[in-house]
C-alpha cells in the first residue's frame, strides 16, 4: 500500500470529508440573519425610513379588511423590546404565531384609514 504524506488513501479521504463538513457548518454558522430590534426602529424613525430590516417575534393583534375583500392586511408583532405594524399584501398570521420577516419601514403607515406610525411593509414572511 502507498503512503502518500503520512496517510493512507483511505484515511486521507476520510480525512478529507470531515474537514469539508466542517468547513460547511462553519460558513452556515457565519450566515447568521441580523435581526433587528423592534425599540430601535421606533426610537430612530429617520435612521430606519426606507430602510429593509429583518424582525422575530410573536404576532399579538391582526386585522383584516372585511369580506376578505383583499389578502390586504396588518398585524402586530413584539419582539420584547416593542411593538410594531406589519402591513402585509399575503394576508397575516394568526394571533400568537411567531413569526420572522423581512421588509421596509416606512415612517407614516396607514391601514384602512387609520394612522399606525412606523410600519413595516412585509416582503417576505416566516411562521413557526
Known sequence: ????????????????????????????????????????ILDNPTRFADKDVTIAGEVTKVYELPLGISNLSAYRVNDDS??????????????????????????????????LGSVIEEDQRRTR
Open 82 to 115: 416593542g411593538q410594531i405594524w406589519v402591513v402585509s399584501h399575503a394576508g397575516a398570521p394568526s394571533e400568537g404565531s411567531k413569526v420572522g420577516l423581512k421588509g421596509r419601514v416606512r415612517p407614516e403607515g396607514k391601514f384602512a384609514g387609520s394612522f
Open 1 to 40: 500500500m502507498q503512503v502518500i504524506h503520512g496517510l493512507r488513501p483511505a484515511k486521507r479521504g476520510y480525512l478529507g470529508a470531515l474537514l469539508l463538513g466542517a468547513l460547511a457548518i462553519t460558513a452556515l454558522a457565519g450566515c447568521g440573519t441580523h435581526t433587528d430590534k423592534v425599540r430601535d
